[in-house]
């Protein structure tokens, strides 16, 4: 499932990355008293009662400026009110409403997106002071004071917010439905192969790198399941990422990594591995995803009996970081083994959620420190007392033990693949915490 947005707008120096700090409850903006400190967007992760959002804060808007910054930063702010579904329209208590906040006012009320009102820098307790009152006259509705510093009022805002945002009731009804992401760096053809399977040109082809600009959902059924396709632009590296587009590209991207269950990670075989391709693919592992490398534009390679022996070596080599991946061959044109890429979604989305009992994970534990002691350290053992499973997607396992610092990486690793190897692990990162015994979760 997609999670809301909510954008943090408004003019320079009002206080909105303080607030967004305050909001997602870390210090991820840069905070400072000069304005335009923050030029692109930032997106962080809130939660309010039990209900996850995506908030992103933004540059400070200046309407008419000609000053090449700003004006990127307007279009940055613009990006992001496009993408929301919930708007926090920041102003200033302490200066009052300006011919800004009227302006940009009137840019968010052509966006057709619900606003919440929000006036920072009441850090007083009690009843609001006259000058709250004047904000009634942006025709907003009723404001909420707030003190993004101190967090006096943050609740109230939140609480209008979530009146404004729709979270899908159904989505425990869709479990069937396996979200697939089509990551990759840009011209593999991640739209050429969503468009073949869905039979319609769904999304724009072209040779032109980064012709797709955002992130799109296309459902899926045949005998395969059930799927939702989701076609991102191509991930560039952010040193490169110059145009403004182009970061609201990659920041849609990650997040439709975010919301997947198994992503495709595109290679071209004409072009062959690039550094950029581990990049892409890290934010798959990082992110906890199932992975499935998959080869695009096979068929125009020039083949014998050894070529895709010779491609998987040097892939495996190059992915050596996330060797749990599956590598597969296809053509998006001609349709080549797609019935194995559906195969092979199917059987990693399956590991990426699968639940382990205790018993059998303590079977397995009991199995691997028959066949391999712990090890030492100036005399004193590892003893690993149990393990249990403590989350899906990815399968997390906590293993309790005497020692964090006797259980050497390589071990942890020893005791992975002994899991891998009895439930066939494919295509799905595994997440090992090790905890002593008595230390708190």
């Known amino acids: 499932m997609s999670k809301p947005i909510v954008a943090i707008v408004g003019r320079p120096n009002v206080g909105k990355s303080t607030l967004f700090n305050k909001l997602i ?3 991820q903006a840069i905070v400072e008293d000069t304005p335009g400190v923050t030029r692109d967007r930032i997106f962080g992760e809130t939660e309010w009662v039990g209900k996850k959002f995506t908030v992103i804060d933004t540059g400070g808007i200046e309407p008419d400026s000609k000053d090449i910054i700003l004006s990127q930063m307007r279009e940055q702010a613009q990006l992001a009110i496009d993408a929301a579904d919930a708007i926090i329209f920041v102003t200033d208590l302490k200066t009052g409403v300006t011919a800004t906040d009227s302006d940009v006012a009137s840019m968010l009320l052509k966006s057709r997106v619900p606003i919440i009102l929000c006036v920072n820098k009441g850090d007083q307790l009690g009843d609001p002071p006259p000058e709250f009152y004047e904000f009634y006259n942006l025709g907003l509705g009723d ?10 009022g943050t609740g109230d805002l939140l609480d209008r ?16 439905i396996i979200k697939v992401a089509v990551i990759g760096k840009p011209n593999v053809g991640k739209s050429s192969l969503v468009n073949k399977i869905s039979g319609e040109k769904r999304s724009i082809v072209s040779d032109i790198a980064g012709t797709t600009r955002d992130a799109i959902d296309t459902t899926i059924q045949n005998e395969h399941g059930t ?5 991102t632009a191509g991930l560039r590296r952010k040193s490169r990422v110059t145009d403004s587009i182009e970061h609201y590209s990659n920041l849609r991207a990650e997040m439709a990594v975010d919301r997947a269950d198994v992503c495709l990670i595109l290679i071209d075989a004409e072009v062959g591995f690039t550094e950029q391709d581990t990049k892409v693919a890290g934010i798959a592992h990082e992110a906890g995803k199932g ?18 022996q010779e491609h998987r070596a040097i892939l495996e080599n ?34 990426n959620a699968l639940r382990v009992t205790t018993g059998m994970l303590n079977d397995i534990l009991a199995q691997a420190v028959a066949r391999v002691q712990p090890p030492t350290d100036k005399g004193k053992r590892l003893k690993i007392y149990y393990m249990t499973q403590a989350a899906t997607k990815p399968p997390t396992f906590v293993c309790f033990a005497n020692s964090k610092e006797l259980f050497h990486f390589s071990y942890q690793r020893y005791l992975e693949n002994r899991i891998r190897d009895t439930f066939g692990l494919e295509g799905t990162p595994v997440r090992m915490i090790v905890r002593e015994r008595g230390e708190k979760s």
């Open 227 to 231: 799927y939702t396709f989701i076609d």
């Open 318 to 351: 190059e992915f050596a970081f996330m060797s749990y991946a599956p590598i597969i061959f296809i053509s998006a044109k001609t349709g080549q083994r797609l019935d194995l890429m559906f195969e092979t979604i199917n059987h990693v989305a399956s590991s």
């Open 161 to 176: 917010v979530m009146e404004h945002l729709n979270f899908d009731e159904n989505e425990e009804e869709e479990g069937d």
């Open 291 to 308: 992975c499935v490398i998959v080869v695009n534009k096979w068929d125009a390679i020039e083949k014998d009996n050894k070529t895709m």
């Open 143 to 152: 404001p909420v004071m707030v003190s993004s510093v101190h967090g006096h």
């Open 25 to 27: 409850g870390q210090r």
